[in-house]
């Protein structure tokens, strides 16, 4: 699977959108883009996904560039219950196939008030 | 989303006993589940895929006579870590897909201290 770059930490004021970046510049064109996130002493949740097209749902938005080379994750307005690290991964193969999610480090959004 | 449950959250053992941790998904069927080690300040780092009625297939130097995993069920996955000591202790994490495979879901995971 693709490797993906993040940035460590960022900052983002209450109420504020927050765009998450995230490279992954190796990607292969059946490799999808997940996010997840982890609250502290929680487990991961699941976020959105991607292939090709922007995502929207009730938590973010996903947007993917034309060359898939990278992707932003956007929470429209970030609130204190926010604050998590948040991964990026790439993993490759369709529906109904094998395949296993590979944590980086992510990145730690902090919400300030 | 689909719920996976843990259980216990905490567990506090005394070193040389063993230990077993319960994942279930609540409200589909898990054909394929996995298990995740969290040490503090760390990611998430696979330990083993299991596929429901087959043996679990461990990650690089996980060792599987020390830590098993049983997935009898489509629904319940089990693992166990044997003659426990104090470097397992971890946050130790189960996560759950459907045959369809497109999310893995993650359990709230189980924290063990062993003394």
């Known amino acids: 699977d693709a490797k993906t770059t993040q940035p460590p930490s960022m900052d983002c004021a209450e109420g504020r959108a927050a765009n998450l970046p995230c490279n992954h510049s190796t990607i292969s064109g059946n490799e999808y883009v997940y996010w997840y996130r982890q609250i502290h002493s929680q487990g991961p949740q699941y976020i959105i996904h991607g292939l090709k097209n922007n995502e929207t749902n009730e938590m973010a938005s996903l947007i993917i560039t034309e060359d898939r080379k990278s992707s932003t994750l956007i929470l429209p307005h970030a609130t204190l219950r926010d604050t998590a690290v948040y991964y990026c991964?790439?993993?490759?193969?369709?529906?109904?196939?094998?395949?296993?999610?590979?944590f980086g480090k992510g990145t730690l959004l902090t919400v300030n008030p | 989303g689909a719920v996976v449950s843990q259980h216990p959250s905490r567990v506090i053992c005394k070193s040389g006993t063993s230990v077993k941790i319960e994942c279930r998904s609540l409200?589909?069927?898990?054909?394929?589940m996995f298990w995740y080690r969290q040490f503090p300040k760390q990611s998430l780092m696979l330990m083993a895929t299991?596929?429901?009625?087959?043996?679990?297939?461990?990650e690089q130097g996980v060792e599987k006579d020390k830590f098993l995993i049983n997935h009898a069920s489509l629904t319940l996955s089990t693992l166990t870590v044997t003659s426990a000591h104090p470097e397992d202790s971890s946050f130790y994490i189960c996560?759950?897909?459907?045959?369809?495979?497109?999310?893995?879901?993650f359990g709230p995971g189980t924290r063990l201290l062993v003394l």
């Open positions: 991964i790439v993993r490759v193969g369709l529906l109904g196939s094998n395949y296993k999610l590979t």
């Open positions: 299991s596929n429901e009625g087959s043996k679990a297939t461990y």
């Open positions: 996560s759950a897909r459907d045959r369809m495979g497109a999310t893995q879901y």
């Open positions: 409200d589909f069927q898990a054909t394929t």
